[in-house]
Each structure stands twice: as C-alpha cells, then as structure tokens.
C-alpha cells in the first residue's frame, strides 16, 4: 500500500488518507469556491505522490507514467530504499497540461488536414 496524502475530516484525532487527485476533483466539483484555488495550488507545492498515485491522478497507466519520469518529462526523486518514484503533484499537473496541449495541438492539425483534402 502506498501512503496518501492525509486530509483532516472531522477532526484532527481522525485523519483519513485521501489521494489528492480526488481533492482535485471534489474542488472542482465545489465549483471552485473562493480561495479553493490558492489552497489547491499550495497543497499541489507540497503533496509528493508515488507513482502509483501519480498514474491514477493523470488517469494513465503506470508503465505510461514510469516512460514519462524515464525520459526526464516529469521531475521527480526517487526513494533511497526501495526505488520508488515520488512526483510533485504541481509537476504532475504542469506535465498533464502540456500533455493535453500537444494532444489538442495535433488534433487541430489532423483537422486541418481533413479539410484541405476534403472540400
């Protein structure tokens, strides 16, 4: 089991381990209310996530994400005794936009494509 990001429910004494991409999420679903995004972005700063966490917040595969970390796309360290990935959640979040980018960037060019071949 790899360990969360640990977010106080009720009260300090209960903490439930909670994976930060549903956080993302929730705030998101929220409607985004004032101030959300200041928190998100300081939490993003300081939440570390495994690999594993890593690939379920980006919904993609881990072998995907460990190609990724492998070709320096993401920044990351790896754990002294065990070899694990351990990725910032604002360079997850940076690399998903940028991976987006040029998903949508060539998706605009194929459509480009289409229509000059198809009058």
């Given at each position: 089991?790899?360990?969360?990001?640990?977010?106080?429910?009720?009260?300090?004494?209960?903490?439930?381990?909670?994976?930060?991409?549903?956080?993302?999420?929730?705030?998101?679903?929220?409607?985004?209310?004032?101030?959300?995004?200041?928190?998100?972005?300081?939490?993003?700063e300081?939440?570390?996530?495994?690999?594993?966490?890593?690939?379920?917040?980006a919904?993609v595969?881990?072998?995907?994400?460990?190609?990724?970390?492998?070709?320096?796309?993401i920044p990351?360290?790896?754990?002294?005794?065990g070899?694990?990935?351990?990725v910032?959640?604002?360079?997850?979040?940076?690399?998903?936009?940028?991976?987006?980018a040029?998903?949508r960037?060539?998706?605009?060019?194929l459509?480009r494509?289409?229509?000059?071949?198809?009058?």
């Open positions: 089991m790899t360990e969360r990001q640990a977010v106080d429910i009720f009260a300090p004494e209960s903490r439930i381990p909670i994976p930060a991409g549903f956080v993302a999420r929730l705030l998101r679903h929220l409607g985004n209310p004032p101030g959300a995004q200041a928190a998100l972005q300081a939490a993003a300081e939440t570390e996530l495994s690999e594993w966490d890593a690939a379920d917040t919904r595969g881990r072998p995907f994400l460990a190609a990724a970390l492998e070709r320096g796309e990351h360290t790896v754990t002294p005794h070899g694990t990935w351990i910032r959640l604002s360079d997850l979040l940076a690399w998903m936009q940028a991976d987006d040029k998903r960037a060539a998706a605009d060019e459509t494509m289409n229509e000059e071949l198809l009058p």
